[in-house]
Each structure stands twice: as C-alpha cells, then as structure tokens.
T-cell receptor, first 110, second 114 residues
C-alpha cells in the first residue's frame, strides 16, 4: 500500500503566485522525496529530505518535514506556466523500498 | 548517459496477445524498478531487481506478468496473455541504491489492450 497521500489532489493558481502542496504519511520514515511528472513523461526527482532535517531549499523549491505530524510540504515560489505538472512525494523506511503518494496536479495559468 | 531507455513508447494490442516491454537502465545503477501507473491506482511498484536478481515481486498483479533481467543493461516485463485491464503506463526506473537516493525514470510505455 502507498504511504504518502498528497493534498490537495488538484491545485490551480495564477502565474507568479506561490503553490503549496502537502504530503502525509503513516509510519516513521528515513527519507522523503518529491518528484515532478509532466504530462506524458516519467517522474523527475526534485529534492530529498532526510528524517533529521526540517527544511531544505533548491532554487524556487522549499520543502519542510515535520516528523511529529508525519507530514511534508512542497512550496514552489513565483510559479511559472512550466511548473504545470503532477507532484508526488515518496517515502522510505528502514531498508524497505519507497512508496509514492497519489500526487497533486498543479496547473499554473499564464 | 542517455538516461533510462524504454521501448516501445506506445503499444496497442488485442486481448490475449503477448506483450513485452523493454528497459535499459543507467549504466552503473544496481537497482531496477518496474512501475505501473493508472488513474485509478496511481503509481504501483511491480517488481525490483538488485544486481540483476529479482528481490521483491509482490507487486506483480498476476501470474500473467513476468519480469527478467538477463544482464545489467537490459530488463523485460512480459504480459501473457494481455487483458484490457492491463492498459496503463509502465515505467522503468533505476538507481544506485534501494532507498535514500533518487530514482531515474524512463519515459514510460503506454500500453493499450483492446
């Protein structure tokens, strides 16, 4: 079964606005990753955050991890039309393979 | 490296036919994963290999599905006989380790079984 569940399922914003999507999971994890999937393409890794980290940045991306709440958030600042895609979180725990969530579909309107 | 390569990109077949999907992982990656993606079930892990050896095939839906990795640079996923409910996008991914590192995905094979 999948560990992560993204929220919201779909998000539509205007170009230039910030987009925030959340991921909740059920059991303790070692690492959490975020991936992007453009329509008709494979998933592309965005960022990895370890369980002992609370926040990580990469360009316009900011990821937070709250292990006490078993949740993570992905913030995309100053969104662009090219950010339109589905975003997935993936979690792994203690040597097991990781599981992908159900994804958030982001639409950025030019 | 060209990344993970999958073929064919699209496959349309009739129910009952055999389907073979192919994958070439990134050179040097010890792990290879096969996923299936549908609207209803999302992204499901079917099977993964470590150093060409199948480690966990618990995600393979039925005996109609089989996967092989005869060498470090090639893997196949076979469905025989195919059914309409097998219609999905099948992804292959590879990585340096099982967890804690990113997986590199291929472009996927869109399978339609009529």
């Amino acid at each position: 079964s999948q560990q992560g569940e993204e929220d919201p399922q779909a998000l539509s914003i205007q170009e230039g606005e910030n987009a925030t999507m959340n991921c909740s999971y059920k059991t303790s994890i070692n690492n959490l990753q975020w991936y992007r999937q453009n329509s008709g393409r494979g998933l592309v890794h965005l960022i990895l955050i370890r369980s002992n980290e609370r926040e990580k940045h990469s360009g316009r991306l900011r990821v937070t991890l709250d292990t006490s709440k078993k949740s993570s958030s992905l913030l995309i600042t100053a969104s662009r039309a090219a950010d339109t895609a589905s975003y997935f979180c993936a979690t792994d725990a203690s040597g097991n393979q990781f599981y992908f969530g159900t994804g958030t579909s982001l639409t950025v309107i030019p | 490296d060209a990344g993970v390569i999958q073929s064919p990109r699209h496959e349309v077949t009739e129910m009952g036919q055999e389907v073979t999907l192919r994958c070439k992982p990134i050179s040097g990656h010890d792990y290879l994963f096969w996923y299936r993606q549908t609207m209803m079930r999302g992204l499901e892990l079917l099977i993964y290999f470590n150093n060409n050896v199948p480690i966990d095939d618990s995600g393979m839906p039925e005996d109609r599905f089989s996967a092989k990795m005869p060498n470090a640079s090639f893997s196949t996923l076979k469905i025989q006989p195919s059914e309409p409910r097998d219609s999905a996008v099948y992804f292959c991914a590879s990585s340096l380790a099982l967890v804690g590192v990113e997986q590199y995905f291929g472009p996927g094979t869109r399978l339609t079984v009529t």
